[in-house]
């Protein structure tokens, strides 16, 4: 079985250009999360999407940032502009998503390492 | 929101040593998990173990829920266990900011 799938796995730009990073979750899986981490550091949890539905982005920066997940299975974590303090790692993972009690163990990918120069 | 606390922050041990690290929680949580970030940075599953023991080769961990921690034991270490580990828990998926273990030949 596939795991999380991410791309690209590296990325340099520019400050104030745009960027885009793309997760294809684990067939199934109706949990996504999108999260930061900065080096030395773990990570941070920006958005979680039920299906398509996203249910906390209570930590998502929406000045610069937006997400989606139109189909309810791959996603797409957008910057624009990217600033320099955007340079991380942005890590995406998944999981069954049950219930609240069940199903909650989350998979992570490889994870996009972004360099704002 | 949660709070969560792992210690030591750093822990260096002679290959074949054992080891047992500690994750705090601030509040009871029904979601932990253990991970190991390899030097690589991919981070993989060890245990997803919101109460009870579990075993898995030269790993186990003990969550004790109604007093909010986890304990993470590593037997019989091997350099190839060296990285960072991180527990995480709570609705809002909080990680600790790690144990960073190196583990020499």
């Known amino acids: 079985e596939a795991g999380v799938v991410q791309s690209p796995r590296y990325k340099i730009i520019e400050k104030k250009q745009p960027v885009a990073f793309w997760c294809n979750p684990i067939?199934?899986?109706?949990?996504l999360y999108w999260y930061l981490q900065n080096l030395g550091q773990g990570p941070e949890l920006l958005i979680r999407y039920e299906n398509e539905e996203a249910v906390d982005d209570s930590q998502l920066p929406k000045d610069r940032f937006s997400a989606e997940r139109l189909k309810g299975v791959d996603s797409t974590l957008k910057i624009q502009p990217a600033e320099l303090g955007d340079s991380a790692v942005y890590l995406c993972?998944?999981?069954?998503?049950?219930?609240?009690?069940?199903?909650?163990?989350?998979?992570f990918g490889p994870g996009t390492r972004l360099t704002v120069l | 929101g949660i709070q969560v606390e792992q210690s030591p922050p750093d822990l260096i041990l002679q290959e074949g040593a054992n080891s047992t690290l500690r994750c705090n929680f601030s509040?009871?949580?029904?979601?932990l998990q253990w991970f190991h970030q390899n030097p690589w940075g991919q981070l993989i599953n060890l245990f997803y173990?919101?109460?009870g023991t579990k075993q898995n080769g030269r790993l186990s961990a003990t969550t004790v829920a109604t007093e909010r921690y986890s304990l993470l034991y590593i037997s019989s270490s091997q350099t190839t266990d060296s990285g960072v580990y991180f527990c995480?828990?709570?609705?809002?998926?909080?990680f600790g900011a790690g144990t960073r273990l190196f583990v020499k030949a």
């Open positions: 509040d009871s949580v029904n979601n």
């Open positions: 995480s828990g709570g609705f809002k998926t909080i």
């Open positions: 173990i919101p109460s």
């Open positions: 067939s199934g899986h109706n949990t």
């Open positions: 993972a998944s999981s069954l998503g049950v219930s609240e009690h069940s199903g909650n163990e989350q998979f």
